[in-house]
């Protein structure tokens, strides 16, 4: 048994007909001409919405229920409207019964299909030939407004530098419900960037600029590359192509993009249409895709945008195959200004952007539904008391959840939660940057979650007073070193942040070296307490020089450092460190954010009494009020397995401003006291050896961990 076996589990419950006093009914042989009676149902969703505008109108005083039967409805993307609105006592609902498929595309007939043939099949390799379809969707009325061009990705790319490069959302593919990959070399590996030949007008080219002065900068020189030699041969028998991108991490690992690019095979060199704004270093992974000439496996697709003809190679016979195009620009569905809504027992996606957008809406209600095959997020959220519960979101584009509720002027609570859900496989086309949970604002909760399998992290956040957790989070950050698995950074005003009984586990692979809980450059006002922290490739905890940081009753095995606590922004003032640029000019952004927020008011004094106090006299950096000091922090009373020579990093300068003590390192798990550890069970014995240097450690609540 391993340690998931004693967490909590999820146990769906089916969905029945909803008590509503109106009830209107969908499916798919129904009529829009109906009533939309259960006997007499309209056929399209959009048609129930119209109707329950009439229905809210006539009785506003009245919960109304809209029933969709099982079946696939393609829409362009549904609107739920303010008119639509529900309240406290007349709800709405929107429910399915049965498979009910909410899809942002188009499904293309399997007779719409032929085996390709001329010119394009020789290109081809042999394998391939037999097994390569292709449809005319000229001949079903999709052109390019339809699926539009290819689009550069990535969080940091620099589209908006450029006066001619759009930025959007692309059109997939996609077969059986899953994803098809658009035909790409290598398959399932990256190539390295061989030498730089100029690494382009970015961000880190020395002497360094400002950010804000070269982010003002328009058309800079992208770059120019080489590919290794081996990688040159290949290439030179693709056919031309003005439509041939690479992605990959040029720079840094937490920084992806893709680009068009122009590839000269006789001379090896790849020259991109946009800068890669942290530069490019030998050595580093990309790939080439939307190439035509390797379409060789299965579950592979190209889309020659020029002519329409889409080519597929399913992953069944073409008879068996249900192949979906994302069309949608808009999300699947988008609440906007709109309350006590309920969406239940939906698959919602295929769509280009967001699987649901919520938008200046409240009480909004994501239950039990699956949210996957999207190009954006699972789901957005912006409002206050709102909930997604009990779903299961994958295979996004993009992140997971995203909310953004709360007033932080005034700092009142979101109230928003993440609750019981399953999101996994997330960030597929995005890879940094893209979490499973993301909150913004104040006051949100994300609890009970199961997060795994993403290249990145699994929770970010940013603004006050959130609450993370009871959730497990495995298997994450496995393509980037410098991330972690819940991380929040850069804010000395982000406060009030409570990480609290997670399991953390198998953070980072391969080399990829992460930390499980991060926090950033000097964000303040942290607590970590009763989380297990078992393999992170770097540091199970980082405190990256903030104050008001409490690391405590935490259990970290099996980390290369266990607990880092440095003084990084202390020292860009004192000794000129790397971190100068945040902290040293007058105008940099520690200052900015520091004065965005009314930090000096009543209620934040209150709230976060060190913070009011907070000093930026550049003059007296070793008083305990200066900002860059890592000030007031405590980490004290955690239990740590490692049996490498430092367990911890603690700088110098830290212990002038905060205390870390009886933090307990036992070279074994065996030493520890747990009850089980080779089956997986890590609560403590009632007499655990641990418990005699740290008496009143508190149980870790594993059985309430996880989903419930």
Same mark, same amino acid.
């Given at each position: ?32 001409? #109906? ?33 969709? #039967? /099982? ?17 406290? =006592?007349?709800?709405? $609902? ?9 899809? %942002? ?63 959007? =959302? ?10 098809? $990959? ?59 192509? #003005? ?39 030998? %050595? ?31 992953? $069944? ?33 295929? %769509? ?6 919520? /938008? ?37 584009? @993009? ?20 609750? =019981?859900? *399953? ?12 979490? %499973? ?5 104040? +006051? ?60 953390? /586990? ?8 992460? $930390? ?13 307490? +009763? ?8 540091? +199970? ?39 100068? /640029?945040?902290?040293?000019?007058? #105008? ?21 009494? *060190? ?30 397995? *490692? ?49 005699? @240097? ?15």
């Amino acid at each position: 048994m391993a340690i998931k076996d004693y967490l909590s589990h999820f146990h769906p419950t089916n969905i029945g007909e909803v008590d509503a006093d109106i009830q209107l009914y969908v499916s798919k042989i129904g009529d829009d001409n #109906n009533p939309g009676t259960e006997t007499k149902p309209f056929l399209t969703i959009e048609r129930s919405l119209i109707e329950l505008i009439n229905v809210r109108k006539s009785s506003p005083n009245s919960s109304v229920s809209i029933c969709i #039967n /099982e079946g696939t409805y393609q829409t362009r993307g549904l609107q739920i409207t303010k008119e639509m609105s529900g309240s406290t =006592n007349a709800p709405v $609902t929107i429910y399915g019964k049965g498979y009910v498929h909410i899809s %942002g595309g188009i499904t293309i007939d399997k007779n719409d299909f032929k085996k390709v043939a001329g010119d394009v099949k020789q290109r081809l390799s042999t394998k391939a030939r037999s097994h390569v379809y292709v449809a005319d969707l000229k001949k079903m009325g999709i052109g390019i407004d339809d699926y539009g061009p290819l689009f550069p990705i990535g969080w940091f790319q620099t589209t908006d530098m450029y006066d001619n490069i759009k930025q959007g =959302n692309a059109c997939e593919c996609f077969c059986n419900g899953s994803r098809m $990959t658009l035909a790409r070399y290598p398959k399932d590996s990256e190539l390295s960037l061989g030498e730089i030949i100029d690494e382009g007008e970015n961000y880190m080219r020395e002497p360094r600029e400002i950010f804000a002065v070269w982010s003002k900068r328009r058309n800079p020189f992208p770059g120019i590359y080489k590919m290794e030699e081996k990688d040159r041969k290949h290439i030179s028998k693709w056919a031309p192509s #003005n439509d041939i991108w690479m992605a990959g991490y040029p720079g840094i690992d937490w920084a992806d993009l893709s680009a068009r690019v122009k590839i000269d095979p006789n001379e090896g060199t790849i020259r991109p249409e946009l800068v890669s704004r942290y530069g490019a270093k030998k %050595g580093t992974p990309y790939h080439f895709f939307n190439v035509l000439d390797e379409l060789n496996a299965p579950g592979e697709w190209y889309l020659d945008r020029d002519n329409a003809l889409l080519y597929v190679w399913p992953t $069944t016979s073409i008879d068996d195959a249900i192949i979906e195009l994302s069309l949608s620009e808009k999300a699947v569905i988008t609440i906007s200004d709109t309350s006590y809504i309920t969406l239940e027992g939906l698959d919602v996606g295929c %769509g280009r952007v967001d699987g649901i957008s919520i /938008e200046n809406s409240s009480y909004i209600n994501v239950i039990r539904s699956e949210i996957s095959n999207v190009g954006g997020n699972g789901v957005t959220i912006v409002g206050d008391h709102n909930m997604v519960r009990e779903c299961e979101i994958h295979h996004t584009g @993009k992140g997971g959840v995203h909310i953004t509720g709360g007033n932080r002027e005034t700092l009142t609570p979101g109230a928003c939660m993440v609750d =019981n859900n *399953h999101i996994h496989d997330f960030a597929i086309i995005h890879l940094t940057m893209y979490p %499973g949970v993301a909150l913004y604002g104040v +006051g949100n909760i994300c609890s009970h979650n199961e997060i795994h399998n993403a290249p990145h992290m699994a929770v970010y956040y940013s603004g006050n007073d959130h609450v993370i957790e009871y959730n497990y989070i495995h298997e994450m950050v496995l393509r980037s070193s410098d991330a972690g698995a819940i991380y929040g950074g850069r804010d000395w005003t982000m406060c009030g942040i409570v990480v609290r009984y997670n399991v953390l /586990e198998n953070i980072g692979a391969g080399k990829y070296k992460p $930390t499980a809980i991060y926090w950033d450059d000097a964000i303040s006002g942290q607590t970590a307490y +009763g989380n297990f922290i078992m393999g992170a490739g770097d540091n +199970g905890i980082k405190l990256g020089g903030g104050r008001d940081l409490s690391a405590k009753y935490n259990i970290i095995i099996n980390t290369t450092e266990p607990i880092h606590f440095d003084d990084r922004l202390r020292e860009a003032v004192i000794k000129n460190g790397w971190a100068r /640029e945040v902290i040293v000019p007058e #105008n940099s952004v520690m200052w900015q954010y520091l004065h965005a927020v009314p930090f000096k008011s009543q209620v934040w004094a209150d709230r976060y009494p *060190h913070l009011a106090r907070i000093s930026e006299d550049r003059n007296n950096v070793d008083s305990i009020e200066f900002a860059g000091n890592p000030s007031y922090g405590d980490v004290e009373n955690n239990i740590i397995v *490692h049996d490498g020579k430092r367990s911890m990093m603690v700088t110098k300068d830290v212990l002038l401003f905060s205390k870390v003590e009886n933090n307990p390192v036992f070279k074994t798990i065996d030493e520890v006291g747990f009850v089980n550890p080779a089956d997986g069970n890590y609560n403590l014995k009632s007499d655990a050896p641990v418990l005699r @240097k740290i008496p009143d450690f508190p149980n870790i609540p594993f059985a309430s961990i996880g989903q419930y």
